[in-house]
């Protein structure tokens, strides 16, 4: 809620609190003509929320059952782009999915996962204590849709670069806005600016190269947030990336040779 106060010239400030709602009758001026603003710009462009005007989503499951995620447009769209670097030994989390989808010259994949149950997995580990996986030993790690799991994301990201042969190159995603997943609620951490990805891994990654990205828009966010799917948005949506807005924070950070 917003509270008014006068400043020199007698015009009004906006500033936090909740104190200023209960007084109507305050004689500030400035509020006044601020109300009047705002009412105009309501009646100038008003929202009609549609589909949208919803307090539970359309979809429990990112838009799935309705067709593709709009996250994994933009997650997609940035391996595809990325897809020379996916070569060699090559290291996913969870399953090899998008190793097989996008790589070219995979010699060999392997699957690493906390989840001792997950039976593609060849590396059981938690990445932020991941001291039993050798160093300097893969080629490319595709680290999408985690690090918001992992408490201690700092060290998942040195542990991620002490694993990469030198030269090799991780591809991270991160969730910059998201849903909490159904099964996570005690255990999804982190929504991560890319700002506070180009320090993490520019730290982490001192010597070698980092490209930060944010993929996104106020429309596809609220989109994904609902549950629509990519299919009922058009490619000219989904292609304008605001920076005020990134839904999905992509990173490519390649180890110093
Ligand atoms: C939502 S999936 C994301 C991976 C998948 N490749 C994708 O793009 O959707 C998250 C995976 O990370 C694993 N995970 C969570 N915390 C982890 C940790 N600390 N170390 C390693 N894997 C972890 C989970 O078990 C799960 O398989």
Known sequence: MILLRRNQANEADEVTSSAMVDRPNAPFRGYDRLRWRQRLERLRRPAWLGTIRRTKPLSDHWGRDRGTPVDRYYIERFLAEEQDAIRGRVLEVMSADYTERFGSAVERRDVLDIDAENEVATIVADLAAADSVPSDIFDCFILTQTLQYIYDVKAAVEHAHRILRPGGTLLCTVPAISRIARLQLESEYWRLTPEACSRLF????????????????????????????????????????????????????????
């Open 202 to 257: 520019r730290d982490v990654f001192a010597r070698g190269e980092v490209a930060v990205r944010g993929h996104g828009n106020v429309l596809t966010a609220v989109a994904f947030l609902v549950g629509m799917a990519v299919e009922e948005l058009s490619p000219r949506e989904l292609d304008r990336d605001d920076p005020f807005f990134p839904l999905v924070v992509t990173v490519r950070a390649t180890k110093s040779a």
